[in-house]
C-alpha cells in the first residue's frame, strides 16, 4: 500500500494505492467520504479519503509513511463510511539492505547482469545494469512497492526476458546528499546487515 497527501496541491484528500499496477479499465463508486476505485474484475484498487484530515493523523505532506497506526485509522475511515473491506497491508521495509550473492551477465542484454540478491530470510532475483555491480557487495535494494523519492514505484518487471523483483540503488537515486553524478550503485560497509532497514527520505 501506498499514501499520499499534500493539502496544498490537492485538498484535504489522502490517495491510498493498494495495486502497484493500474488498471487498464477503472470505475468508481462514492460512499461517503471514500471513493472508491476498482478494476474491471471488480477488486479495489485504490481509494481516495475526501476531508482526510478529519480521520488521520498527517505527520508529512507528500508520500506518507505507512504504520500500523496508519492502517488502522484508514480501516477505521473505512468502517465509519460504511466500506465493509478489510485492509491488508505489509508493514515491512520497502529500501532494505542487500548482499548480492552472485551475478552473472544477461543472456539478451551486453549491459546488463542478473543478480541474486539476500534481503534477510528471502532472496530476489535483480537485473542491475550498474558498471560497478559485483557479488560480494552490500548493497540498498528497493523492493517491490516501494516509491523512489522521485515518486516512480517499484514493480516487478521482465527486462529483455528476464524477470527482476526491485532494484539496487544508486545514492542518486535514493536523494542521498552529495550523491555522485557518475552512473553506479551505492555500495555500503561490510556491517550493514542484509535485511534491515534503510532509511530514506522521499
Do not use: W
Not at 37 to 54: P, Q, R, T, V
Amino acid at each position: 500500500m501506498n499514501a499520499f497527501y499534500n493539502k496544498e496541491g490537492i485538498g484535504d484528500v489522502l490517495l491510498v494505492q493498494l495495486q502497484t499496477e493500474k488498471p487498464e479499465k477503472i470505475k468508481t463508486e462514492i460512499t461517503g467520504d471514500v471513493t472508491l476505485i476498482k478494476d474491471e474484475a471488480g477488486n479495489i484498487a485504490a481509494f481516495n479519503l475526501f476531508n482526510a484530515s478529519g480521520y488521520i493523523t498527517f505527520p508529512e505532506t507528500g508520500t506518507i509513511d505507512v504504520s500500523e497506526q496508519l492502517v488502522t485509522e484508514l480501516q477505521n475511515a473505512l468502517e465509519k463510511n460504511g466500506v465493509d473491506y478489510l485492509l491488508e497491508v505489509d508493514l515491512s521495509p520497502k529500501f532494505v539492505i542487500g548482499y548480492v550473492e552472485s551475478m552473472e551477465k544477461h543472456p539478451n542484454a551486453d549491459k546488463l547482469n542478473v543478480c541474486q540478491v539476500t534481503v534477510g530470510t528471502e532472496s530476489l532475483q535483480i537485473v542491475c545494469g550498474a558498471p560497478n555491480v559485483a557479488a560480494g557487495q552490500k548493497v540498498v535494494v528497493a523492493k517491490v512497492g516501494a516509491v523512489m523519492p522521485s515518486g516512480m514505484i517499484i514493480k516487478d518487471a521482465e527486462l529483455r526476458g528476464v524477470a527482476s523483483s526491485g532494484m539496487i540503488c544508486s545514492a542518486k537515486e535514493l536523494a542521498l546528499p552529495d550523491a555522485p553524478q557518475e552512473k553506479g550503485i551505492l555500495v555500503l560497509d561490510n556491517d550493514a546487515e542484509p535485511g534491515t532497514a534503510f532509511e530514506v527520505k522521499a
